[in-house]
């Protein structure tokens, strides 16, 4: 269910962060980063037809993206997808860092990896505000099992 290959599994929320940071930094241009990103969302697991629901469907997206919770407060996992290559590996990259974490965990990482990395920098306005409104989701799930 997970975007990440199984060998990517980092013990927690700043380790994954920790890696994508240094698999960035190999990358010598923002084409290559950029290529990296739609290598990272064609990787993501379908996300099945029925899952596609308004209830679903993240607000504030230019594309159409899908995020569907599952999990306790104890571990809460993400599944995701985009029409959109790119923003499906953004996608790749906050499950990476947020999906098969606790509660707890996620309300308290910050993304600090999109400073890191430049992805601040180099995204289009309408991706920066998808960016953002799909960790808004992860975080306000993050909270609503916080408090069951």
């Not at 993400?78 to 860092?97: E, K, M, N, T």
């Not at 808004?136 to 099992?145: N, P, S």
């Amino acid at each position: 269910m997970n975007a990440q290959p199984d060998n990517a599994r980092a013990d927690s929320a700043q380790a994954a962060q920790d890696a994508i940071i240094g698999e960035f930094a190999f990358f010598g241009d923002w084409t290559e980063r950029y290529q990296y990103l739609i290598d990272l969302g064609r990787k993501l697991a379908p996300l099945p037809e029925e899952l596609k629901t308004d209830a679903h469907k993240v607000s504030g997206c230019q594309s159409q993206v899908w995020l569907v919770p599952g999990g306790d407060a104890q571990r809460l996992t993400f599944q995701a997808i985009s029409d959109s290559a790119i923003v499906s590996g953004l996608i790749a990259l906050l499950l990476r860092v947020y999906s098969g974490r606790s509660a707890q965990e996620i309300i308290d990482t910050p993304p600090r990896f999109v400073e890191a990395i430049g992805l601040a920098q180099h995204l289009s306005p309408t991706r920066s505000n998808g960016l953002a409104a799909m960790l808004a989701r992860i975080k306000d799930y993050a909270h609503a099992a916080a408090h069951i």
